[in-house]
């Protein structure tokens, strides 16, 4: 029995100055808080000094829904204009002038794909603008590839 009662007493004695340690801490963090609350309320706030600093400058760009292109718009674009005929000379010299086969393996048949999805490209925009061209073209049949 009395043993028992010096480890209950030995135990609330423990937990007493573990509760005391955690009161300090308390009241340690309380008046740090209250040291650099005074230190900051004793700052002044810095002046917005309009002559040195430029105004901000820049470019909003605003985004809205368009239609989309049509058979008529790629000649619009690429036929009829000087600079779009010039633009797509160039795209069709630079991906469809070479062969989209290449010899090998796995990656070469991933880059004869990969080719041949670049002359596609430049193959979609033909089609867009010899469907206009075509005598027969209606804008109400249109249908997107």
Not at 101 to 129: K, L, M, N, P, T
Request: glycine share 4%; proline share 4%; hydrophobic share 35%.
């Amino acid at each position: 029995m009395i043993i028992s009662v010096a480890v209950l007493l030995i135990v609330v004695l423990i937990l007493a100055v573990g509760w005391w340690n955690e009161v300090n801490k308390n009241q340690e963090l309380k008046s740090q808080i209250e040291k650099y609350q005074d230190e900051l309320s004793e700052r002044p706030l810095p002046e917005a000094n309009k002559e040195s600093e430029p105004d901000e400058v820049g470019t909003f760009v605003k985004t809205r829904m368009s239609r989309p292109a049509t058979p008529e718009t790629y000649r619009n674009v690429f036929d009829l204009d000087v600079n779009g005929q010039r633009i797509l000379a160039h795209l069709a010299h630079m991906y469809t002038t070479k062969s989209t086969y290449v010899r090998g393996g796995h990656d070469a048949e991933r880059e004869s794909c990969f080719r041949a999805g670049q002359a596609d490209v430049v193959g979609f925009i033909y089609r867009q603008i010899n469907k206009v061209n075509d005598p027969n073209y209606k804008q109400e049949d249109e249908v997107n590839d």
